[in-house]
């Protein structure tokens, strides 16, 4: 999957102004192919993502805000870790209804049609996926790691094009990483990257 990458406004650390490691510095802006995961590996780890309702969100031009996509209901966050085939049926479910909502408040009421929410729904759940921030973080010659990932999908108001937005933290090294639990890791660092058109009929 090609995706372009940059810095996510001013890439500079709270503490001190850290210079951007090398790779980063030489392309701030570019693209890459990175390889999806098998399509059963890849609904396992979406389910994962979506399940907790806290790593992915949605923006049109038509919200004032981003805005939460998450489950209404589902398996408890004890349960995430060791998903089933119903598991993760149900969160693909559960993320179409909660897509379908979002994008028809968005649209002023109107349903989207059903067969554009099915391809973004099936699209966007093989992008969002922490697999492709690492192999960028990889192929930058940085530690193979994607820290704090969160995913937004950005769909233009007439509904003719969408994107996966993936954001996260990366590091040349260990010692740029602060934070003692996965959800507090951060670095210096956060790299944008964004998918081609979910909604293209070449994809």
Request: hydrophobic share 40%; glycine share 6%.
């Amino acid at each position: 999957m090609g995706c372009g990458c940059g810095k996510d406004g001013q890439v500079v650390s709270a503490a001190q102004k850290e210079p951007l490691p090398a790779s980063l510095a030489a392309a701030s802006r570019g693209r890459f192919q990175s390889s999806l995961p098998s399509f059963a590996e890849g609904r396992r780890d979406f389910a994962r993502i979506f399940l907790p309702g806290r790593q992915i969100f949605i923006w049109t031009p038509d919200m004032p805000n981003i805005r939460p996509l998450k489950p209404s209901a589902g398996p408890s966050s004890a349960h995430i870790g060791d998903l089933n085939e119903l598991a993760v049926a149900k969160a693909e479910e559960l993320f179409r209804d909660s897509l379908t909502a979002q994008l028809t408040q968005a649209c002023g009421g109107s349903a989207p049609p059903a067969k554009l929410v099915d391809l973004l729904s099936r699209r966007a759940m093989r992008a969002m996926t922490v697999n492709v921030g690492i192999d960028f973080a990889t192929k930058m010659d940085l530690l193979p790691t994607f820290l704090q990932p969160f995913f937004l999908i950005i769909v233009l108001s007439d509904l003719s094009e969408a994107r996966a937005a993936t954001y996260g933290f990366v590091a040349a090294n260990t010692k740029q990483i602060v934070g003692d639990r996965p959800e507090s890791k951060r670095t210096p660092f956060c790299v944008r990257l964004l998918s081609p058109d979910l909604l293209s009929a070449s994809e």
